[in-house]
């Protein structure tokens, strides 16, 4: 080391977030940074970025398995994608989505696949979707001494119902449903609560009614912290893409351009080179092309 040079520092460890961590951050105005991930890869790139939470949500219909809409995606297939985020998690609490069909049937339906996921995923919690008969359901899974986060406003498991994509509580009754909603699931018990898709006035209104942590996707900044989907915030995923988005990169568009520099190289005999290849003794060369034609079959001459 030279003369005058300072020892590198090592980056100290995150401690790993807590249900008891996030409301500390609430109570201190320290804004809360969640991502969604679906897979080990993703969830590595969300661990070494440092954010607070990761959500695995059922937008994998969309994103990663080619879906239209969240609805087709199943129990097993959310319980695979969200062990693979938990195997490359260490700091931060994750959550995973329940998908549609799999909680709202009755109390005891809720609480056998949350159990599941909490059982076999190493998920920290579960989230659900809407107010109304998602509250009895919330409150059960809390019961059964599983956490639970809220989800309302733009709800996509039942987009259908609700006129599809769009903003939730435009007028002052539905913005009153909204807060409603969002005070019962708090007072079934959850944790943490999600506003999507809500005027910034409707926000700023609830906010004050709300002792939980609220985080905003296309919501506003008053709430507690904010959540975009990964192949949305990174550029990958080619679908439209909500207003509230905001693309912090292009990776599909340099993933393209690698894939076809690639393929051209394959086809003009640029790849591979000799450094892309493993080597072998001379000898053992020499020695192997003997063994080899010591054992041809004579070849049959042809007619």
Known sequence: MSA??????????????????????????????????????????????????????DSAAMTVLGHESTVPVTVEEMLMLTAAVSRGLSTPLLVADLPFGSYEGSDEQAIATAQRFIKTTGADAVKIERGGSSVDRARAIVAAGIPVMGHVGLTPQ????????????????????????????????????????????????????????????????????????FHDLLGIYDGHAARFVKRYADLRGEMVAAVSAYAHEVRTHEYPQPEHGYGMPAEEAARLRAILDASAPPRVKRA
Do not use: H, N
Not at 10 to 23: D, I, K, S, V
Not at 163 to 181: F, I
């Open 4 to 57: 005058g040079s300072k020892s590198p520092q090592a980056t100290p460890a995150r401690p790993r977030m807590t249900f008891a961590g996030l409301a500390a951050m609430k109570e201190r105005g320290e804004p809360i940074a969640m991502v969604t991930a679906y897979d080990f890869p993703s969830a590595q790139i969300a661990e070494a970025a440092g954010v607070d939470m990761v959500l695995v949500g």
């Open 158 to 229: 039942t987009a259908a119902t609700i006129g599809g994509y769009r903003a939730q509580g435009r007028t002052a009754e539905e913005a009153v449903a909204l807060c409603e909603s969002a005070v019962a699931l708090q007072d079934a018990g959850c944790f943490a609560i999600v506003f999507e898709a809500i005027p910034t006035a409707v926000t700023d209104a609830i906010m004050p009614r709300l002792t939980v942590p609220v985080i905003g996707i296309g919501a506003g900044p008053s709430t507690d912290g904010q959540v975009l989907v």
